[in-house]
């Protein structure tokens, strides 16, 4: 049984570019978040998506924005890239009404330059 | 809004000492739930443990054991006879109450860099 996947693993972009990150949910799971951890720092919720729909979002500019498709599978957009962005994205998944927490991936590096 | 501290921002022991992560929360929520995560270099969040708002107990896993205490707000965790795997970052977090459509978002701490030297 697959866990959280993503992809790709690491990314190297230039600043004002457009970014596409990818996140599988475990199997079952229908509810993937989306996090961001900058260096030395902790994670910070951007958003969640279920039944393809945002649910919540945290406090992240426009610039970041997200779809989920109907295999719950889900992708992260970030538009205007800022050095600032640069970051390990980390996707986390569970059920609509399972534990969260417990289910993240690997995430991808992003690196802006 | 909820908040998660951990003040140790960095923690050097030898092995076979133990060592204590200390955790305090804030949240308006009567049910909540706590977590500690172990990130290793390579970058990918380990679950340790969850604990629900409702059960105070303390538990133990093996060299593992958590304090919950509730009239403090906080979880600390603690590793008896550290190992030199035991090295990492290690984050606590709080996710917010079950609600209809509950985004039940984590909030994380700023981590404690854990450094067991042999």
């Known amino acids: 049984d697959a866990g959280v996947t993503q992809s790709p693993t690491h990314l190297i972009k230039t600043r004002g570019q457009q970014v596409t990150l990818r996140c599988s949910p475990k199997?079952?799971?229908?509810?993937v978040s989306w996090y961001q951890q900058a260096l030395g720092q902790g994670p910070q919720f951007i958003f969640q998506?279920?039944?393809?729909?945002?649910?919540q979002r945290g406090n992240f500019p426009d610039r970041f924005s997200g779809h989920q498709f109907p295999n719950y599978s889900s992708e992260l957009n970030v538009n205007a890239l800022l050095l600032g962005d640069s970051a390990l994205y980390l996707c986390?998944?569970?059920?609509?009404?399972?534990?969260?927490?417990?289910?993240f991936g690997p995430g991808t590096r992003l690196t802006v330059t | 809004a909820q908040k998660v501290t951990q003040a140790q921002t960095e923690i050097s022991v030898v092995e076979k000492e133990d060592v204590t992560l200390d955790c305090v929360y804030e949240?308006?929520?009567?049910?909540?739930?706590l977590f500690w995560y172990k990130q290793p270099p390579s970058g990918e969040l380990v679950f340790l443990i969850r604990?629900?708002?409702?059960?105070?107990q303390n538990e133990i896993s093996g060299r593992y054991s958590w304090n919950f205490q509730k009239s403090t707000s906080s979880f600390n965790f603690t590793i008896t006879a550290s190992q030199v795997v035991d090295s990492a970052v290690y984050f606590c977090?709080?996710?917010?109450?079950?609600?209809?459509?509950?985004?039940?978002?984590?909030?994380f701490g700023s981590g404690t860099q854990l450094t067991v030297l042999p």
């Open positions: 986390a998944s569970r059920t609509g009404v399972g534990p969260s927490g417990q289910y």
């Open positions: 949240t308006r929520d009567t049910t909540y739930y």
């Open positions: 998506y279920y039944e393809e729909e945002e649910r």
């Open positions: 199997s079952g799971h229908d509810t």
């Open positions: 977090a709080l996710s917010d109450s079950l609600s209809s459509g509950s985004a039940r978002q984590l909030t």
């Open positions: 604990r629900n708002s409702f059960d105070e």
